[in-house]
């Protein structure tokens, strides 16, 4: 009888060429027989057939474990002159790869035609992938009225449901605070990404609304 060794990387990812290599210890006059069988049978053989060593494509088999079973036998019959030997390679599965959040567009102090042609352009966007939704960001400015950012998301959505025909439940409106001048910040969210944050540049306490005139009463005579 003659030892064999089997070595091969534990694991590698989707995609490597794996190498089984055969380490006999071996002092007999005749030449040995190699006889590879690989699973499962979706895994393919790529080199080396009938040698000590073979290459396998592990494209594909992400999740699975590929193993490799080398008979070495001299050609006698000789039960004691045979050895079977195995060795395992995992292939572990592939992450899911995200498909993130995208700022669309962004108008700051813009006139309402201005975002109308922006919210047109995202209503495509959306008719375009029924699996997205919108988030749409709305800023009051730092000398705008009080409520404007409220004002600017509601009108936004408004216009996107009741003239571009879109959804209710695949718009998401938020008050996103304050920046230096009135902003709307439209995202496309594909389904199962990570909603997006709103990103203010002005703190609430640096805001400084427009003073309401008092209205004077005229006297009664």
Do not use: H
Not at 49 to 57: K, L
Not at 98 to 126: G, I, T, W
Not at 148 to 161: F, I, P, S, T
Request: charged share 20%.
């Amino acid at each position: 009888p003659f030892p064999v060794n089997l070595s091969a990387p534990s694991s590698v990812t989707d995609g490597e060429v794996i190498t089984y290599t055969a380490d006999v210890a071996y002092s007999g006059t005749s030449a040995l027989n190699y006889t590879w069988t690989v699973s499962p049978s979706n895994a393919k053989v790529l080199s080396g057939s009938g040698t000590p060593t073979i290459t396998v494509d592990s494209t594909g088999l992400a999740g699975q474990r590929i193993m490799a079973t080398l008979v070495v036998d001299d050609g006698s019959g000789d039960p004691t002159c045979r050895q079977t030997v195995q060795a395992a390679t995992f292939i572990p599965a592939l992450a899911l790869r995200e498909n993130p959040a995208r700022e669309f567009d962004v108008c700051c102090n813009c006139s309402f035609d201005d975002q109308k042609a922006r919210l047109d352009n995202l209503a495509v966007e959306l008719q375009n992938d029924q699996s997205t939704t919108t988030y749409i960001f709305a800023y009051g400015g730092r000398t705008s009225r009080v409520g404007e950012g409220d004002r600017l998301g509601a009108r936004a959505r408004d216009y996107l449901v009741n003239q571009r025909g879109l959804n209710p439940a695949r718009i998401i409106v938020l008050n996103g605070g304050f920046r230096e001048g009135d902003c709307v910040e439209l995202w496309i969210v594909p389904s199962g990404a990570t909603p997006p944050q709103p990103r203010p540049t002005v703190q609430a306490g640096d805001v400084r609304p427009p003073r309401r005139t008092p209205t004077r009463k005229r006297p009664r005579y």
